[in-house]
């Protein structure tokens, strides 16, 4: 039998597997969910009657509006609190009576309980208290409670077998809650994102961007952070977030079918991802594939092709990492400052780029000049030409549609001799094996300037620590699957 993160699913898997990814360049809140939920196709008759069952109806109201955010359709959540109704302060005890005493779907019961158990244990430990004396204030009210199980409700009724997640924008600023006026991400927020290993970048935008209920979603439930995986796209539903922002304010959920390559399970051993708390059943976690652009690819054939036409010693053989998507930029420039293409590299990196590079060129007249490179991904190909319009004196830009074949990813912490070194691993896989590890330079430098010694030797310390680390976990074969879960 295989037990995966969602608990025990059979020894045969079947052979085609319902996915949602949860597409978040602006964040996750518990209210995004559920307007995308609805969006992707779930009645509201339905959701409000499975809600009616936790008893609360009393307490709040449930508004549902079309919006645009940018130019964009997406479905808005409002869940209104009555000031007249008791509502908040809750503790973990009360919030799971609710939940197992509302007869809903097991699977739904099982999810809600495992988000509000990861909360308590991320906000017991901002406190420094036990779970159960956790007071959950906002995501303990009605609201977080209809929330995450609207979420999960939804989530069921698409049948959803697997979830996975973008890497998060963590936001900036300031937000006020229960107890004041607190940075963002907020404090449990980044210890759920630490909790989860999940990805995280800055977006450049300085709102609370991922909500206590969005992370506690986003984390629990997911089973891998990253690219979307390989599945044909059935349905996508936006769920708009409450503010605008410079970029569409959507969470847009996408919901898709992936074809499994094999159909018994050789890791029955493994053991779910727990954090402080065993999950209870939830979606199949199944061996991850490739992720692979969404549209339909050419190589995708071919691909599953060399899958199948390789098995050697009962395992089949795949190529590393995963393919997708680039756009390629190129502008020659021989009238340009270099003080502006210095400028120009932060500018892009910031618009989303995943490379910018230069090169010595001759052109017309005899003059020397640049040859500019960028490459992103098609969603910032805009953002990077205009960009390139805005700061450079060019006329014209190139851009060439491309694939790129890339290895999975992930950061771990390593401790040697002069001190903790950040890793970065490339896995051939989300479980691995390890392909390539490289310390990071600026973390390296500095312990050797603090010890006196060679850059070379904290960096060979680090390598040597990192592969001991990495063969041993391997060897145990007791893995997430999740790329980002790889600390011991």
């Known amino acids: 039998?295989?037990?995966?993160?969602?608990?025990?699913?059979?020894?045969f898997r079947k052979a085609m597997e319902k996915i949602a990814y949860f597409d978040c360049p602006t964040g996750i809140a518990g209210n995004m969910c559920l307007g995308a939920i609805l969006a992707a196709g779930m009645p509201l008759d339905?959701?409000?009657?499975?809600?009616?069952?936790?008893g609360l109806e009393d307490e709040y109201e449930f508004t549902v509006t079309q919006v645009r955010r940018q130019e964009q359709a997406a479905t808005a959540v409002t869940i209104s609190l009555n000031s007249d109704a008791v509502h908040g302060h809750r503790h973990l005890p009360e919030i799971e009576n609710l939940i197992r005493q509302a007869h809903l779907p097991t699977r739904v019961v099982d999810w809600s309980l495992a988000i509000f158990r990861e909360l308590a244990a991320a906000e017991a430990a901002v406190h420094g208290i036990p779970a159960e004396q956790v007071h959950f204030h906002e995501v303990g009210a009605t609201d977080a409670l209809i929330d995450v199980v609207g979420t999960c409700l939804g989530l069921d009724w698409l049948g959803v077998d697997r979830v996975v997640c973008s890497p998060l924008p963590v936001g900036g600023g300031t937000v006020r809650a229960a107890h004041g006026r607190l940075p963002v991400p907020a404090p449990a927020v980044l210890e759920l994102l630490r909790r989860a290993q999940a990805p995280i970048y800055s977006n450049g935008i300085d709102k609370e961007l991922v909500t206590p209920t969005g992370a506690a979603i986003a984390t629990t439930l997911s089973d891998a952070f990253g690219p979307p995986p390989t599945m044909t796209l059935n349905q996508v539903g936006l769920g708009a977030g409450s503010h605008d922002l410079p970029i569409p304010n959507i969470l847009r959920l996408w919901i898709g079918?992936?074809?499994q390559p094999w159909t018994t399970d050789h890791?029955?051993?493994?053991?779910?991802?727990?954090?402080d708390q065993p999950t209870a059943p939830q979606p199949t976690a199944p061996q991850p594939t490739a992720p692979q652009p969404t549209a339909p690819q050419p190589t995708a054939h071919s691909h599953a092709e060399h899958q199948q036409s390789a098995p050697e010693h009962g395992h089949q053989q795949t190529i590393p990492g995963y393919c997708e998507a680039i756009v390629e930029l190129q502008t020659q420039l021989d009238d340009l400052t270099p003080q502006a293409i210095g400028y120009l590299y932060d500018g892009l990196f910031k618009a989303g780029a995943l490379d910018v590079f230069t090169q010595a060129i001759g052109m017309k007249k005899n003059r020397p000049g640049i040859l500019l490179t960028v490459i992103c991904a098609e969603a910032d190909a805009t953002a990077c030409q205009s960009l390139l319009f805005s700061e450079t004196t060019t006329l014209g830009i190139r851009s060439h549609g491309q694939q790129r074949q890339t290895l999975y990813r992930s950061w771990q912490s390593i401790t040697t001799d002069y001190g903790p070194v950040q890793v970065k691993a490339g896995l051939a896989t989300p479980n691995g094996p390890v392909v390539n590890l490289q310390p990071e330079y600026e973390t390296c430098a500095q312990l050797a300037r603090q010890h006196s010694?060679?850059?070379?030797?904290?960096?060979?310390a680090a390598i040597a620590a990192a592969q001991s680390i990495y063969q041993d976990e391997y060897r145990a074969a007791e893995w997430d699957h999740s790329p980002t879960h790889l600390t011991r």
């Open 1 to 11: 039998m295989y037990v995966g993160k969602f608990g025990a699913q059979g020894r």
């Open 267 to 275: 890791g029955a051993h493994k053991s779910a991802h727990s954090h």
């Open 257 to 259: 079918t992936g074809a």
């Open 46 to 54: 339905n959701l409000l009657d499975q809600l009616k069952r936790l």
């Open 453 to 460: 010694i060679g850059w070379k030797q904290v960096q060979w």
